[in-house]
Every structure is written in structure tokens, then in C-alpha cells.
């Protein structure tokens, strides 16, 4: 007679006992990667279930992937603790998971005073296959027409409000961090400062960009 499976039953929270940290679904956490030289994997629990004798917990863990997992690479307006929301699931042994962190908001993560080793930040849902993100526009600023870092000092115009990197007016950044005023080469310019910021045709950058993924040893390559 055939052997038969006994059925997983889901679990609501599990204590990862190495770590002495609770985890539940909706927690993200630090996953060990299959190569040790390689920086801990992020993911989002989706689901926690054991076997009927309690003892192999499982988890679903949704990835978050770093833009240097794009084919497009890390690019200038990538923040060092930006990660993409992936659609790329899979079921992992709850001993792999190696801390819990938190996945901010982009909005958030601007408004912390001070940023830890456990803190990082998601403004795109990222499609593995196709390599599509969601949303696929994001606005820019500076005259170098980039999506804004929030690891780069910007100054505001006091006539315009746009932002500029400290670097594109030719400032250092502690030198911008020193003023006291700033008007943008336009709103200085003769004539005085404009009182409302010209239309930007070019205010949002399409992201189009596709994925180079690799899980647990397992690697996807799309093109």
C-alpha cells in the first residue's frame, strides 16, 4: 500500500529558537544565503506551517531582491537599503531565517532619524519573468533628471521648490548643509524668481528593466 503524506498544518506564529525571535506571517525577515559570501536574502513571510509530528517547520517566503539583481544593475537613484518587492515565492526551512528586519515604506524610511542595520526601504514591486515594475514611472528631479536617493543631500529653490543635488550646483555637501537660502540657476537669472515652477515634460523616468535572479542556488535568467 502506498505510503500517504501527512498533511502540514498552519501555524500562526513559531519562535526560530537560534534567534529567540518570534516570526508570523506579514514579518520580514533575514534569510541565510546559499553562498556564505553573499549578503543575508530578504523576504516576506507569506506563511508558516509544520508536519504532523511539530518538528519541520516551513515557511513561504516572498523575495525581495536588490536592484543589483537586475540586468539593469544598481543605478544612481538605487538607495543602498532600496529592495524590490518581488512575485518570485518559495518555501524555505524556518532554521534558514537569521534575524528579523523591517521593509519601510519609501515615505517612511524618508522621515526615520536615523536608519539601522535592520532597516531598508521598498518603493517598486519588481515581476521576476518579465522583468516589469510596478509602478513603472517615478519622478525626478535636479536638473540631471534623476529619481530622487534618499541617501543624496538635495537643497529645495525657494522659487521653484525643486530639489537639486548638492553636487550638480557645484557645492560640497557640507557647503549646501551651510545655507541659508537657495535660488536654481533659472530662478535667480535676471528678472527675478519665478513664483510657479515651469511644467516638466520629462518629470517622470519609465523603468524598464529586466531580472537576474538567484534563490537558494536555484537561478532564473530572463531576456
Not at 155 to 175: K, L, P, R
Request: hydrophobic content about 30%; charged content about 30%.
Amino acid at each position: 500500500m502506498a505510503k500517504v503524506r501527512a498533511p502540514r498544518r498552519p501555524l500562526e506564529s513559531y519562535t526560530v529558537k537560534h534567534i529567540s525571535k518570534t516570526i508570523k506571517a506579514g514579518d520580514c525577515v533575514l534569510m541565510r544565503p546559499a553562498d556564505q559570501s553573499n549578503p543575508q536574502y530578504v523576504a516576506r513571510i507569506e506563511r508558516i506551517d509544520v508536519d504532523a509530528r511539530g518538528r519541520n517547520v516551513k515557511v513561504l517566503a516572498r523575495w525581495y531582491y536588490r536592484p543589483e539583481e537586475s540586468i539593469g544593475g544598481r543605478r544612481q537613484f538605487h538607495g543602498s537599503k532600496e529592495l524590490f518587492l518581488s512575485d518570485h515565492y518559495d518555501v524555505q526551512s524556518a532554521d534558514t531565517i537569521e534575524g528579523k528586519c523591517t521593509v519601510h515604506s519609501f515615505k517612511n524610511y524618508t522621515k526615520l532619524e536615523a536608519v539601522g542595520n535592520d532597516d531598508f526601504f521598498c518603493r517598486f514591486e519588481y515581476n521576476s519573468c518579465t522583468g516589469a515594475f510596478n509602478p513603472d514611472r517615478v519622478a525626478v528631479y535636479c536638473k540631471c533628471e534623476m529619481p530622487y536617493n534618499p541617501d543624496d543631500l538635495m537643497v529645495q529653490c525657494e522659487g521653484c521648490s525643486d530639489w537639486f543635488h548638492s553636487a550638480c550646483i557645484e557645492m560640497t555637501a557640507e557647503e549646501a548643509k551651510r545655507l541659508d537660502h537657495f535660488f536654481c540657476e533659472s530662478c535667480s537669472s535676471e528678472g527675478g524668481y519665478k513664483t510657479t515652477p515651469e511644467v516638466n515634460e520629462k518629470s517622470t523616468q519609465n523603468l524598464a528593466f529586466q531580472s537576474r535572479c538567484s534563490r537558494s542556488g536555484d537561478e532564473s535568467i530572463t531576456s
